[in-house]
């Protein structure tokens, strides 16, 4: 396959993954464009513009995904969420989630060093897109692709504002041996008043154990027990 073809089939891939089908594919391309490529190019614009869009759209959404659907939280915790899931690195395996890395147009310097893997870059690309969805179809469609995307990540941390994500934490660490984790959850007490125990396995080998009043504090403290365990071995 050209290499031509080869991108080509990579934007059907993301498209395909992100869930949403550009009709202005000139705002496509561009939301894909780094500046090392424009420069080759001589293209006028690169994503830039476009992420500094993005990240605007994308700060809103989810505020008012928390604002919507926790009541609970105050106005700083729910800064302290929406700063753990709207970071490069979140950003950055969310991206690597719908393939943005083979889509992306760089330059030979970018290319060489790796650009398709880079944090700073996939972040950028994927608010880029975000900010092209908008200016083509607007909030309405742009924000439920959004809370596809976020929400698993968005309910997890609102569950323990300003905690580490240990759990993420865990699963990359694991990732880089070809591991993944697996979670078992017991609960015990009166229904005002549980109590969860879980236990974080790879391979078969029990790694960490952890409780909390909630299934997701529980994994989140048997994460940390199992990252930094893992980590001191490996």
């Not at 496509?28 to 420069?39: D, F, I, M, P």
Request: no cysteine; proline share 3%; net charge negative.
């Amino acid at each position: 396959m050209s290499d031509t073809g080869s991108h080509t089939a990579a934007v059907a891939r993301l498209e395909d993954l992100l869930g949403y089908a550009f009709t202005d594919r000139v705002q496509l391309v561009e939301a894909l464009t780094h500046r090392s490529y424009a420069g080759e190019q001589q293209l006028e614009h690169s994503y830039e513009r476009l992420e500094f869009l993005g990240d605007a759209v994308l700060q809103l959404v989810v505020t008012r995904y928390l604002f919507d659907t926790r009541p609970d939280l105050a106005e700083g915790e729910m800064a302290k969420v929406r700063a753990a899931v709207v970071n490069e690195r979140t950003l950055a395996r969310v991206a690597r989630n719908i393939e943005i890395g083979p889509a992306l147009l760089l330059g030979r310097g970018e290319e060489l060093t790796g650009g398709r893997e880079k944090d700073s870059l996939l972040s950028d690309a994927l608010e880029s897109l975000v900010g092209a969805i908008f200016r083509e179809a607007g909030l309405a469609v742009v924000e439920p692709l959004i809370l596809d995307l976020w929400r698993d990540i968005i309910d997890d941390r609102a569950e323990a504002p300003g905690e580490r994500d240990y759990k993420t934490r865990l699963q990359e660490t694991l990732a880089r041996h070809g591991l993944r984790p697996r979670y078992e959850v017991d609960e015990d007490g009166p229904e005002h008043a549980k109590q969860f125990t879980a236990r974080v396995f790879a391979a078969g080998e029990l790694l960490g154990e952890g409780t909390g009043t909630s299934k997701k504090r529980a994994e989140q403290a048997a994460a940390q027990v199992a990252a930094v365990a893992f980590e001191q071995r490996a």
